[in-house]
């Protein structure tokens, strides 16, 4: 950490992202990535860290049903999905938030 002229210990930038469906603020490590891959297919992110065109959504199921029926999804990764990549982005994603849960 770094440590000013007096002494006193600065605090670190946590980054924040927001929730493209319910639109609140949270930090990064607290939202779930999904990503367009340069293929085209679009992939929930484990790791944060797969190249490509990014998305965040809370770790909540209302939050990715929200993302998946609406086009917030797609408006966000200037992208079209397929009835087939939403299925499995939905069954993806629920594995995955309860894995966080």
Excluded at 46 to 60: L, N, S, V
């Amino acid at each position: 950490m770094k440590t000013s002229a007096r002494g006193a210990v600065a605090a670190r930038h946590v980054p924040q992202r927001t929730c493209i469906a319910c639109r609140r603020v949270k930090p990064r490590r607290e939202l779930v990535r999904l990503v367009r891959t340069h293929s085209g297919e679009i992939e929930v992110d484990a790791t944060g860290k797969k190249e490509g065109r990014g998305a965040y959504i809370c770790p909540d199921l209302s939050c990715l049903e929200k993302a998946l029926k609406g086009k917030y999804l797609e408006v966000t990764l200037r992208t079209g999905i397929t009835t087939a990549n939403r299925d499995k982005l939905l069954k993806n994603g629920k594995d995955l938030i309860k894995g966080v849960a």
